[in-house]
């Protein structure tokens, strides 16, 4: 019989030797992969780590407390343009990118405040409103986008002899990471309970004592703040910022990852990140067939397997667990 | 005072278009509950069915209904292969709109690989550069046949909600759902002809929007975007607001380029939304459903 006994042990990531010592090795596996996989990898998998952090965001707000976000492309902008300034003016990588962070996060509380009278759809309209407001103010103000060049942002430089590719990957693996260990220990905690509860029913809720407020506005500033982290990495990755990056395409690809992912589920959101950025780099030539493969991914998660490829992920494994018995 | 008429005649017919998706994002609305996101991809691809038709060398008059139906069929299908069954694996409101997302995605990709994504000129009987002169005003000959065809759209669903029995079915399947099954109203037929009259609306409007402007796969975004402002802004659930709505804004978008700031006229619409939902979040004409725990 396997039985969790103290809450201790139900909170550990895994809880046999078996798994665990997988687990290692595909971490360890994943932190050397600059010295064992081709080099086109290697930017590919810095790209799906920091779309990673902004997934689990976004999977924060919709999947665990349920507010129905459109507006992430512009917490996209905030936090890469906010960055970019940061490092055109000579601030070093880690204060800027916690400086971007912050500043998505701060908008993020502010724009959450309408969640506190507005569900469902209509707030899907006013966070909708304001991504292209933001997409809209970057693309007309030329002080803040830097006007028909763009911005271009001084390159990470890596200390020693490392090539530069290997120190970025090394940098966005620890920082998704570190990120996912904190998302993990906010939803196992009292915070990521109130979260649910708010989602499940917020009436339900509040008359428990989860004050609606609170976690409202802190589930949309937590969420922003990864958003506008990874907005950061982006602008650092790309070299160069042009508002263009920044439409409500990518918010549209933010919901692919997240529901082909998972809802509320943090590996789920790394299996969505990865599905995001490795299909169409798969596709190659076939752009057309992106959005193709996009949408009808999204109606077959949606129709076959709600929990998404993180529920593939658990079915597999309860699978396993009594293989080859049944 | 002739400048400004001018520009409120221009608010209009382009508020009517905004109207027109309005409606049909209502439509939806109030009776599935689900807000549509597919509905700028639906009315791109009926236009480009049009669009086909007519440089192929039918006439409009045969091109125009034929997008209609085409249009009407893809929600329909969509309506059936896609809602319904997610509906009975219990989905949320959230899945449903997202959901709609995921058409929205397939038929732009579809779009991109059949007509390609450089913009075209759609050939169109009726152009924007022949001009009328009445009194003080211009009207040129798009406008004007806009302006008619939207009333003439929403004199025709005004109609068809308030005067026939399958206006009535309609208008019960939204009310309640449940009752109106229990009185033998086949619910599911009411809501698929209601995706179905919602898309043929929109594309309307994207025929009447195309020889304005260059057709290409997104060209129906921004006015899907007002579209949804005015629907907000009347009333998500109210037929009659969504007109209002959307004239109001045309308006409104039309005058606020000519006076204040050109550049920021289409982030007047998202401004609009958010002061509107945070001062009266049931609109100007709605009314919001009552919500039980």
Known sequence: MDLVESYREELRFTRKPIPRALLLALLVALALLPWWAPRAWLARGSLVWLYAIGVIGQNLLIGYAGQISFGQAGFLAVGAYAFGHLRIAGVPFSISLLAAGAAAGAVGWLVGFPSLRLKGPYLAIATLGFGTAVYQTFANVEALSGGRAGLAIPPLQPPGTLPRDVWVYCVYFALFLAFSAVAYNLVSSFVGRAFVAIRDSDIAAEAMGVNLARYKLLAFGVSSFYTGVQGALLAQYLGHLEPQSFNIQETLTFFVAVIVGGLASIEGSVFGAAFAILVPAWLGDFRWAVPVLFGSAILAVLILEPLGLAGVWLKTRLYFRLWPFR | ?293
């Open chain 2, 1 to 293: 005072m002739a400048r400004f008429l001018q520009y409120a005649l221009a608010g209009l017919s382009g508020g009517s278009l905004y109207a027109l998706v309005a409606l049909g994002l209502v439509l939806i609305y109030r009776s599935a509950r689900v807000l549509n996101f597919a509905h700028a991809d639906v009315a791109t691809f009926g236009t480009f069915i049009a669009f086909a038709a007519v440089t192929s060398g039918l006439p409009l008059w045969i091109g125009l209904p034929l997008a209609l139906a085409v249009g009407a069929a893809v929600a329909m299908v969509f309506y059936f292969g896609a809602v319904v069954p997610a509906q009975r694996r219990g989905a949320t409101p959230l899945g449903l709109v997202i959901l709609t997302l995921g058409l929205s995605l397939i038929l732009q990709g579809f779009t991109v690989y059949r007509w390609g994504a450089e913009p075209d000129r759609f050939p169109f009987p009726i152009s924007d550069s022949k001009v009328w002169k009445v009194g003080p005003l211009f009207v040129s000959e798009l406008s004007a046949g806009t302006l008619s065809a939207a009333a003439v759209a929403s004199l025709l669903l005004y109609l068809l909600t308030q005067k026939t029995r399958l206006g009535i079915a309609m208008r019960a399947t939204s009310e309640n759902l449940q009752a109106a099954q229990t009185l033998g109203i086949p619910t599911r037929a009411v809501l698929a002809f209601a995706w179905g009259t919602a898309a043929a609306l929109a594309v309307v409007a994207g025929v009447f929007l195309a020889p304005a402007l260059l057709l290409d796969p997104f060209f129906m975004l921004d006015p899907m975007f007002k579209g949804l402002a005015a629907a907000v802004l009347g009333g998500l659930n109210s037929l009659p607001g969504a007109v209002a709505g959307g004239l109001i804004l045309g308006v409104a978008e039309s005058l606020f380029g000519a006076y204040v700031a050109m550049e920021f006229k289409s982030t007047l619409a998202f401004v609009l939304i958010v002061a509107v939902l945070l001062l009266r979040p049931e609109g100007l004409l709605g009314r919001e459903f009552q919500e039980r725990v």
